[in-house]
């Protein structure tokens, strides 16, 4: 493997797990997001899946944003009849994001992300001492 196909590699894994920061941060914005109208459903969970998908050009297999999705999770029904989303029995559907989930798939995808910068810096560096040695 060359280094621009592991330079090219680390920058598709930091893209993939870029975006998996963005839903994260989507749900974590929306964790107390009710409905509009009484009964209505809440916000619902993102979700985000990968495919691995072979660059023939660089020969070297990338990593894509397969799908979004939503998570089909039940919400969570609280007592409040004073709340405007409030159904006829007092109840608001409140969305089916759980905060600790959240944060250890931002762990994740943040550690992933940092492991791609770092493989990528190393790539770089690396041909930057080849070209030093050339001179």
Do not use: C
């Not at 920058?11 to 009484?38: F, H, I, Y």
């Amino acid at each position: 493997m060359d280094l621009s196909t592991a330079m090219t590699m680390a920058a598709s894994g930091m893209k993939a797990q870029s975006a998996r920061l963005r839903v994260v941060a989507e749900n974590l914005a929306n964790v107390d997001s009710t409905a509009q109208v009484p009964g209505g459903d809440p916000y619902r969970r993102k979700t985000i899946s990968f495919a691995e998908r072979h660059d023939r050009q660089e020969g070297a297999d990338l990593v894509d944003v397969k799908a979004y999705g939503t998570d089909r999770a039940p919400f969570e029904l609280r007592y409040e009849p004073g709340h405007p989303a409030a159904d006829a029995n007092g109840y608001v559907k409140h969305p089916n994001v759980n905060e600790f989930v959240e944060l250890m798939d931002m762990r994740g995808a943040r550690r992933s992300y940092e492991a791609n910068l770092n493989a990528l810096e190393l790539a770089k560096s690396m041909a930057q001492r080849t070209i030093d040695l050339l001179r």
